[in-house]
């Protein structure tokens, strides 16, 4: 049987800050890691068995998002590059 590809997520905690960022600290859903599995209970088996100090955190509410691609294909952008366009180049969202 195929193996499925999955990621966790959790919406607990928040993400600092660069240093010299005058913006603020925020709160977002942070990527835990991924596995493959059967299914998603096989998956975040996996992902324990392999990264044991996932128990030791404050993590509690962990969210499982199948993914159809490697992770590693996935397309990337660059903020950087929105940055330089105007307001007017950037599309409306669907």
Known sequence: MNKRKFLFLTFEGFTYSQKESIAPDVENIQVIGYSEGKDEYEAFNNFVLRNSWILDTGFNEIICIEV????????????EEFRSLSSQKLHTPI
């Open 68 to 79: 159809k691609q490697a992770i590693s294909e996935g397309k990337r952008f660059y903020l």
